[in-house]
């Protein structure tokens, strides 16, 4: 299963996972829609093209590695999720999956909201018009200067996470003459997710103030008291790559029986829910996502049903999905470098980039896809590795998959499904300079971010 880790934990990368890469695909040559983004196909000479861009002129025009991304796949992805949820629920697309000025237009004009959980987050949306009022300022450590700057902007709400911080944003709300929209974050002790680093709605963790022992009413207690904040909902967010909406139910469950106690207690009925995101994407053809319609009703009717049972208004609901809307539409492209058969034991490609463009193999064990994308090719199936450059043995981009046995350097190939988590999570480790990201549509490809340079690396060094 691509959601759990080894046993021997995540650099236990010296056996094969088992089973999983037992047979070979059918076709070596075919694109499975699940993990391409969805103008990915191959044309006439067997090259795959973006949004009618060859990948071949790609790298010729901008060089490898590069994050390639279909823009109208990710305008799709983004309306498909807003038409799903409808008029009563709102869709914030959290940045921290991936966040340019780009993105941030298209999903403006797409009629959706935005998550931000850092000053600088918040300062890109800005810049690129997204309105106030309709992002959202995450995370467990905001300073004074990012409340400051996220109440003074007028977000539409700050995401409480601690009992220090509603006494903060309180004070800084109201030395600002305002009263600020807020939620407060609670765990609700489900753990929708078996992989530990990225499970996050168990107790012991870092995030929101759990439901146990009465913490979460305690605050809602102190909030409601301060003239500084209008207390709008609480939110939930219990993990990430989640396939099964059973953990949902839970947490729904859970929440809901805060917002009746809270009516008990106070006598209001909160408006707003927040669900968090966390749903899965194919970043292999095992993996089964949902779509977002039927997440919508999955969602819509749990909090609606837990409602009518605890005879409350259903409040608004709101999601935020970041890997599900932006994950599927890109691929990292790379240039195969050196091919190494190391007898009885497999065969390592090492490519142009590596675990400073895509940490989340070696990070969380993640499984990814890769495909010949210059050529087809006709030869048996190689199962390889595909590795980074980088000085360190777990620098691993796909772990285990068959590539052609006529793999040759300067071979183009591409790993799909590196739309979320990759570009926003990438280093300049060995001073590797990060990779550009190039958006795809109606055959002309533009970059939205560029490459870094050596001058931009060595700018920073000041000597
Ligand atoms: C990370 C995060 C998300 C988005 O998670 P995805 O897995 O990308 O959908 C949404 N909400 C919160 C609070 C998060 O921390």
Redesign the pocket.
Known sequence: MSRSAHPAGPRHADVLSEGHYAAPPADLNSLDPKVWAQTVTRDADGVVTVGGVPVTRLAEEFGTPAYVLDEADFRARARAWRTAFGQDADVFY?G??FLSRAVVRWLAEEGLNL?VCSGTELATALSAGMPADRIAF?GNNKSAAEIERAVGAGVGRIVLDSFQEIVRVAHIAQSLGKRQRVQIRVTVGVEAHTHEFIA?AHEDQKFGIPLAGGQAAEAVRRALKLDGLELIGIHS?IG??IFDMSGFEVAAHRVVGLLREIRDEHGVELPEIDL????GIAYTSDDDPREPHEIAKALSEIVTRECEAARLRTPRISV?????IVGPTAFTLYEVGTIKPLEGLRTYVSVDGGMSDNIRTALYDAEYSVALVSRTSDAEPLLVRVVGKHCESGDIVVKDAFLPADLAPGDLIAVPATG?YCRSMASNYNHALRPPVLAVRDGAARVVVRRETEDDLLRLDVG
Not at 276 to 279: A, E, I, Q, R, T
Not at 320 to 324: L, T
């Open positions: 959290a921290k999956a998550d995450h996050t967010h990430s790559q968090g995101g966390g749903l935020e999905p970041g890997r599900a979320a």
